[in-house]
């Protein structure tokens, strides 16, 4: 079954500058927990302890925050600022945890490639950190794709409905509908204009993905941003096999964006802070 998970993490995270020019993206905090480990925990809930994730030049906080700080844990030890730290550890002690770096930010196809080598030769998921999904009270959104996968056996991406004038944000899928919340995708566009955007449902950070893939993203030449899109290579998957598209049950906040921060932190310091 699956059992890996792969972070890619090697952005720059250019709208987000300053805050990102010498921190990733993945460590910006919604309210006191970082989005990187927002994402692990929802792998680990899903049942996938394998952490691989890609990382890039200045990314180091990343390793750091997944390991133990002798220096900090011993000067907190029987203080009651231990328990602030109780999550952490405990998802460390949980998952293992293995990186690799992608030298050139050549897009997020490039940078799925880049983790073949952690992931082998089986079926992955895929969690954009910035993409940050919750579903308080019911299953998290990669439980219910592993869900989905073990009745479909074949790559499926999450998908939400979004404004036609946001559509050049997102891939963009169209298709059959084969249930309420599935669609079996036959086309996918990325970050297409409102005007040729074959639908409003966009594709937000969360795949689980068959190994052909990387294959396919092998052949992909650079599309959009002369980036080598995941999309295109899904669109290939899809073409030969199938690709489903699943409307996830949950919210998601896109914390690669200033707003969709703001709103993510105000959601869990309201919902979750204590
Ligand atoms: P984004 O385009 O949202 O991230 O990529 P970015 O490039 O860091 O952000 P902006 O647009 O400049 O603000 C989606 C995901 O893919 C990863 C990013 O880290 C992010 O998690 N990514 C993207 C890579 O790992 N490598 C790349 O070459 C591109």
Request: glycine share 8%.
């Amino acid at each position: 079954m699956i059992r890996k998970c792969l972070f890619p993490a090697a952005g720059y995270g250019t709208r987000f500058l300053p805050a990102t020019k010498a921190m990733p993206k993945e460590m910006l905090p919604v309210v006191n927990k970082p989005l990187i480990q927002y994402g692990v925990e929802e792998a680990r809930d899903a049942g996938l302890t394998q952490i691989a994730i890609v990382t890039g030049r200045g990314k180091r906080a990343l390793e750091d925050h997944f390991d133990i700080s002798y220096e900090l844990e011993h000067q907190i030890k029987g203080t009651d600022k231990e328990r602030f730290l109780d999550e952490t550890r405990e998802l460390i002690d949980q998952c293992s945890f293995a990186y690799t770096r992608q030298v050139e930010m050549k897009g997020l196809g490039h940078a799925i490639l880049t983790g073949q080598p952690l992931i082998g030769d089986e079926p992955f998921a895929v969690v954009l950190a910035d993409d940050l999904c919750l579903n308080p009270g019911g299953d998290p959104v990669l439980l219910q794709m592993v869900n989905l996968y073990k009745q479909f056996r074949c790559s499926i991406v999450a998908i939400q409905e979004v404004p036609r004038e946001e559509t050049s944000r997102y891939g963009v899928i169209a298709g059959e509908m084969i249930r309420d919340d599935i669609y079996r995708v036959n086309t996918m566009v990325e970050k297409p204009k409102p005007e040729d955007a074959p639908s409003n449902l966009a594709i937000i950070g969360r795949y689980i993905l068959t190994p052909d893939i990387f294959e396919l993203i092998a052949q992909t030449e650079p599309g959009k941003g002369g980036e080598i899109q995941i999309t295109d290579a899904l669109m290939k998957q899809a073409q030969r096999g199938c690709v489903l598209a699943y409307k996830f049950k949950g919210r998601r906040f896109d914390c690669g964006s200033a707003e969709g921060y703001v709103e993510a932190t105000n959601y869990c310091f309201e919902n979750f802070y204590n």
